[in-house]
């Protein structure tokens, strides 16, 4: 009995069982805690003996090197790609900047009863977080641009935005909460959720990490309604739009100074790389650029980024900027 | 530093100093000892990444990814971290738990789910005895060591080296017939040797 099931085991492995002969070994595995144990066993005995890839393949000194630099880096700081003195800037000047167009709109709408407008943008490479007048919080992407009026509407608190931003919306389902961007209207009442809708590039990505929305565009026949990890992806160039699932919290981490792909193109992750650290990178080779990649960038500089990725993708890269800014311009391309 | 196990079965005696030494190693992990960290980082890291293989099958750069983190993640919190099983179990069980983390985002079906559907989810069990890639590794390069030479020398030559018999045979100046003659022996002894816990493997990848 015991050889018979061993065979069976032995056979499940290579993928040679037959489909009554599974059943008998479900069953046998289902009959006492000892004959799991047994199987547990001998797969493992198996996958030591087969691993999936060679082991060869795992560099641990590359790795070792990777796991030192992360952890030398100590605690994760914040906006890190920002010098000193950017940082210094950001921090007073966004808030002066809030503070005093605050007391001027005030006073100007108390002389004239007026709505005015309020516009934030947040300047190439770095990012911007806003407090609105209602207690939502905004973080605004690299080149982005947020308008709004202040006070709010009683009706509605509407925004207008350009770029990529993260929303993170106080509740308030009597006075719903609309961005407009690009001929897309997104409705919440209280939600997270991010909004990718640069000019410059084709897709507009929306992605809900909390609560709901309710998306409008005159190119949709109908509302769209969205629930958490959903993702609602419009082509401008073919029109043609699509709803995924996905793991939405990955979307907003940009607003951590956190950069991550999963099997995103080259093209769209130098894309990225590019807004963030406010470069251009253009990608020569067609064909690489649509090769697909797995990356997680935390805090890492923009030296380490193209030397992690030159290591782990068949690439190299060129400085073509002036002498004042030689990494302005990168140009990528294939390694011989 | 750690007892090396070479078999999947430790006994009380092996365990208890593995426990001890493994407590010292905990104590200077908290007190921030890089060289102990990346000691331990160089002696499970290829096994672990091998172990996510058998998870996420195709997907080393994921499996190499999963494995960091679980280290990452060790050196972050030392010194609020409890480990109450040995650092394998430890280290195998984050693994698994990165690995099926992974599952759920990637919703691909893949092999797994048959193990999954044999096994359940408790394959708890296990840890603490769970043969590596390197233990099979380390204790088949010590039966080779073990068995006359003329053996050895036609099995590695054959097994690791992939040449055919024939081809053996002339490198070493003696009959094929004998080229397979000492194969056999030589599997013959392996599966004396290694009796204890994968009798039936060799069964399985020579016979």
């Known amino acids: ?15 040679t069982l037959s489909s ?22 001998m797969k493992n ?20 090197a990777k796991i030192v630099r992360k952890i030398r ?27 005093s167009l605050y007391l001027f709109f ?13 516009e934030i943008i947040a300047p190439k490479g770095t990012y911007t977080q806003i407090t609105l007048p209602d207690g939502s919080t905004v973080w605004l992407n690299s080149g982005s641009k947020l308008s709004y009026s202040i006070p709010f509407k009683k009706s509605k608190r509407e925004t207008f935005l350009e770029g990529e931003a993260f929303f993170d919306v106080k509740a308030n389902p009597k006075r719903p909460f609309i961005v407009v961007t690009d001929g897309i209207s997104i409705t919440a009442t209280g939600t997270k959720f991010n909004v990718d809708a640069y000019l410059s590039d084709t897709l507009r990505t929306i992605t809900l990490e909390e609560g709901r929305v309710l998306i409008e565009s005159p190119q949709l026949h109908k509302k769209t309604e969205m629930d958490i990890n959903r993702q609602f992806v419009w082509n401008t160039n073919t029109d043609v739009y699509n709803v995924y699932t ?33 470069v251009d990178i253009s990608v020569k080779d067609p064909a690489l650029a649509k090769q697909r990649y797995r990356a997680t ?25 002036d002498k004042r800014n030689p990494k302005k311009i990168i140009e990528v391309s294939r390694k011989n | 530093m750690i007892n090396r196990e070479n078999s999947g079965n430790v006994s009380n005696q092996i365990s208890f100093l593995l426990m001890y030494d493994e407590q010292q190693i905990l104590d200077q992990l908290k007190e921030g000892d890089e060289d102990i960290f990346l000691f331990l980082f160089h002696k499970y890291y290829k096994d672990l990444v091998l172990f996510a293989g058998t998870i996420l099958s195709d997907r080393r750069d994921i499996c190499e990814d999963i494995v960091q983190n679980v280290f990452l993640d060790l050196w972050s919190r030392r010194c609020s971290i409890s480990i109450k099983t040995s650092l394998k179990g430890f280290f195998l069980q984050s693994v698994r738990n990165g690995c099926l983390d992974e599952l759920r985002h990637s919703k691909v079906v893949r092999a797994h789910a048959d193990y999954v559907a044999f096994l359940g989810n408790d394959m708890d069990s296990l840890t603490e005895q769970y043969i590596l890639h390197s233990d099979l590794e380390f204790r088949l390069k010590e039966g080779l060591n073990a068995m006359p030479e003329e053996y050895r020398q036609a099995f590695e030559l054959n097994r690791i080296h992939g040449l055919k018999y024939r081809e053996i045979a002339a490198n070493l100046q003696v009959s094929e017939r004998t080229i397979e003659e000492r194969i056999g022996k030589a599997l013959k002894f392996l599966r004396h040797y290694l009796r204890d816990f994968f009798l039936w493997i060799l069964f399985l990848l020579y016979l």
């Open chain 1, 246 to 278: 996905v793991d939405a919290s990955l979307y907003g981490k940009w607003k951590e100074g956190i950069l991550i792909f999963r099997d995103e193109t080259l093209e769209n992750i130098f894309k990225r790389v590019a807004r963030t650290f406010n």
């Open chain 1, 20 to 41: 009554e002969e599974k059943e008998r070994l479900v069953v046998w595995c289902g009959e006492s805690a000892e004959n799991k144990q047994t199987f547990a066993r």
């Open chain 1, 45 to 64: 005995i198996w996958d030591a003996a087969h691993p999936a890839f060679p082991a060869q393949d795992i560099h641990v000194d590359q790795a070792e």
């Open chain 1, 73 to 99: 880096k100590g605690k994760r700081g914040q906006i890190r790609f920002l010098v000193w003195w950017q940082r210094a800037a950001a921090v007073i000047v966004v808030p002066l900047l809030v503070v």
């Open chain 1, 1 to 15: 009995m015991k050889q018979d099931i061993e065979i069976l085991i032995a056979r499940l492995f290579n993928e």
């Open chain 1, 106 to 118: 005030n006073r100007q709408s108390k002389e004239e009863a007026a709505f005015s407008r309020q």
């Open chain 1, 297 to 321: 960038f935390e805090q890492e500089s923009l030296d380490e980024i193209l030397e992690l990725l030159r290591m782990s993708a068949p690439i190299r890269y060129d400085f073509n900027g």
